[in-house]
């Protein structure tokens, strides 16, 4: 299987949350960002929250 995957336990959350297979950068920021604003209380996608993303994220 191809794309980009992530795992929210990757950026230190105790959460089972993860998705695979997104073909796009923009998209899977997007569920990220969808996914933290319900189960995170992250309001927005800060500059350092958009750093760590960049580690976590796997092809
Ligand atoms: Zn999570």
Do not use: I, P
């Given at each position: 299987m191809s794309g980009l995957s992530f795992k929210?336990?990757?950026?230190?959350?105790?959460c089972d949350f993860e998705v695979k297979g997104v073909a796009s950068r923009e998209e899977i920021t997007e569920i990220i960002r969808n996914h933290g604003k319900r189960?995170?209380?992250?309001?927005s996608i800060t500059p350092q929250i958009e750093k760590q993303l960049s580690k976590v994220i796997r092809e």
């Open positions: 929210c336990k990757d950026l230190g959350f105790v189960c995170h209380q992250l309001e």
